[in-house]
């Protein structure tokens, strides 16, 4: 069973920064991409950002890119998110997940590619 632990959610006011973490366990997770997702209230999950399994290509929503950075440490089987110039439309929680194919050339982008989840990390940006 894989488990996935979110962390480093906050209350931070806009133009702020916070960086997320996601710890791992399981399985051999620095095998698989890693995504994050979010979910704002009354709206559904949307993807923010994903990383191939040896961390070499990584890829953003339009809402994000330039803002956050999704990066991973596979000797810890963690994987961040670095969010900085936040704003209120940022709000959600924000979830990990842990892409479905071993060592796959593909990062998926979609809920679909993506087998376990976090329980997520509230992020509320202030106006």
């Given at each position: 069973?894989?488990?996935?632990?979110?962390?480093?959610g906050?209350?931070v006011?806009a133009?702020?920064s916070?960086r997320?973490?996601?710890a791992?366990?399981?399985?051999t997770?620095s095998r698989?991409?890693m995504?994050w997702f979010?979910?704002?209230?009354g709206?559904e999950?949307?993807f923010?950002?994903?990383?191939?399994?040896?961390?070499?290509?990584?890829?953003?929503s339009?809402?994000v890119?330039?803002?956050f950075?999704i990066s991973?440490?596979?000797?810890?089987?963690?994987?961040?998110?670095?969010?900085n110039?936040l704003?209120?439309?940022?709000?959600?929680v924000y979830?990990?997940a842990?892409?479905s194919?071993w060592r796959?050339?593909?990062?998926p982008q979609t809920k679909?590619g993506?087998?376990?989840w976090g329980q997520?990390t509230?992020?509320?940006?202030?106006?």
């Amino acid at each position: 069973q894989v488990q996935l632990v979110e962390s480093g959610g906050g209350l931070v006011q806009a133009g702020g920064s916070l960086r997320l973490s996601c710890a791992a366990s399981g399985r051999t997770s620095s095998r698989y991409a890693m995504g994050w997702f979010r979910q704002a209230p009354g709206k559904e999950r949307e993807f923010v950002a994903a990383i191939s399994w040896g961390g070499g290509r990584s890829y953003y929503s339009d809402s994000v890119k330039g803002r956050f950075t999704i990066s991973r440490d596979n000797a810890k089987n963690t994987v961040y998110l670095q969010m900085n110039s936040l704003k209120p439309e940022d709000t959600a929680v924000y979830y990990c997940a842990s892409g479905s194919d071993w060592r796959s050339a593909v990062v998926p982008q979609t809920k679909g590619g993506y087998d376990y989840w976090g329980q997520g990390t509230q992020v509320t940006v202030s106006s």
